[in-house]
């Protein structure tokens, strides 16, 4: 009971869940809110969530807001906290972490969902007591959330590396979904992405379907990257696609090994590849937990 009582937003693009937790095992209330095109009538229905809660349990004592993007992390920014340019329609350019601020009047801490998710696999998953380390999420969208001398990474703003530019399968010309980029990595092998392709959604897809060997070869791609920029010391995969398809860790593990073909020379790339590669600890929780995280970071 002496834990302090925080509530947690992970702003996705097809579902918005809020919690309200002392901690990852000590969760008092969770529900999920389809995040729908209607971006006010949405974060209506959060704002209502956080006060009913506080009516119900008590004073909340900070808040952590855990969101898709592109968002504005920069403080010092009349936009702060506010999504941006986003794929997801109806976003654009809201605002998300002044709104519940001034509405709740408690301590905020807003980053990506993917930023959350990673801080939270660092205090209780699989990343404990590392220093630098990755975790992509590939559902809905695809995102990064890189970790860097324990804190994610921040320029001008924070990286958005689902949306490089991969080289193409031999023979693939279909021209993606992003409505961006069209055949960035995002829109080749992204949830929605698959299902436009092909028509069916990618949890319904058989293991030996053959698109999955175009996906391997464009998240390979984003491997590649990662281990060549900043050397994480462990890469962790989940989103729905991930969940969905197990058999796509062993095909990345192998397909990042023929990439890289050896130029690396690191046991995390060789005897320990499957530690190095793997799922969350968190589970499908890791995105809720995210914002919890962040929650834990805004509580003075």
């Keep these: 009971m002496n834990e302090p009582l925080l509530a947690g937003v992970e702003l996705g693009g097809t579902k918005c869940i809020c919690l309200l937790a002392r901690g990852p095992a000590d969760i008092r209330a969770q529900i999920s809110i389809p995040t729908g095109d209607d971006s006010d009538a949405t974060m209506r229905r959060i704002e209502s969530t956080l006060h009913e809660w506080q009516a119900v349990h008590g004073p909340i004592a900070a808040l952590g807001i855990a969101s898709f993007g592109p968002v504005d992390l920069s403080v010092r920014s009349p936009t702060y906290g506010f999504i941006t340019s986003t794929p997801k329609i109806g976003w654009s350019h809201t605002d998300v972490a002044q709104r519940l601020r001034r509405s709740l009047n408690i301590p905020i801490a807003f980053n990506t969902d993917v930023n959350g998710a990673a801080l939270a696999e660092g205090r209780w998953g699989a990343a404990q007591g590392l220093h630098d380390f990755a975790y992509i999420t590939v559902g809905t969208g695809i995102g990064v959330g890189l970790i860097v001398a324990d804190r994610p990474a921040f320029g001008f703003t924070h990286p958005e590396l689902g949306h490089i530019r991969v080289a193409r399968r031999k023979g693939d010309d279909w021209p993606g979904s992003c ?38 070869h464009a998240l390979a791609q984003l491997l590649h990257t990662l281990v060549l920029a900043t050397a994480p010391q462990r890469i962790l995969l989940g989103g729905g696609v991930m969940n969905s398809q197990r058999h796509l860790f062993a095909r990345l593990r192998g397909e990042l090994q023929r990439s890289l073909n050896h130029y690396v020379e690191a046991p995390q ?32």
Aim: proline content about 10%.
């Design 179 to 216: 409505r961006f980029h069209g055949d960035c990595l995002e829109g080749l092998a992204s949830g929605p992405s698959i299902e436009r392709r092909l028509g069916v959604r990618a949890e319904h897809l058989a293991p030996d379907d053959p698109v999955w060997e175009l996906i391997v």
């Design 269 to 300: 790339l060789t005897s320990g590849i499957e530690a190095y590669i793997g799922p969350p600890a968190l589970g499908e929780q890791v995105g809720p937990l995210g914002s919890l995280a962040l929650a834990l970071e805004a509580h003075p």
